[in-house]
């Protein structure tokens, strides 16, 4: 069984920041890739970043210059600090990791985290 936890999400006037965080627990398992996705109220789910197994990060032009991606290998976790947050912002924030399993290569997600920015 994996779990992806995530946490830090909360109200936040415009302008502010926030870390949000996403530990991957279990059993057999190695990481790949990780990201984070966000879907606000009457919209898609979109990428808004995300981190390969070398550390590079890809980001939506709307995180970009505003939002870093990171991961700890050794705590299994992955972290968006996001900052000069933007009413636009709002969201359920959902953290995604590819595992290898078993020789197995797929996606989990995890229950997401609410971010609300006020203006």
């Known amino acids: 069984q994996v779990q992806l936890v995530e946490s830090g999400g909360g109200l936040v006037q415009a302008g502010g920041s926030l870390r949000l965080s996403c530990a991957v627990s279990g059993s057999m398992f190695s990481i790949n890739a990780m990201g984070w996705y966000r879907q606000a109220p009457g919209k898609q789910r979109e990428l808004v970043a995300s981190i390969n197994s070398g550390g590079s990060g890809n980001y939506a032009d709307s995180a970009k210059g505003r939002f870093t991606i990171s991961r700890d290998n050794a705590k299994n976790t992955v972290y968006l600090q996001m900052n000069s947050l933007k009413p636009d912002d709002t969201a359920v924030y959902v953290c995604?990791?590819?595992?290898?399993?078993?020789?197995?290569?797929?996606?989990?997600w995890g229950q997401g985290t609410q971010v609300t920015v006020s203006s």
């Open positions: 995604n990791a590819f595992l290898w399993r078993g020789g197995v290569l797929r996606d989990y």
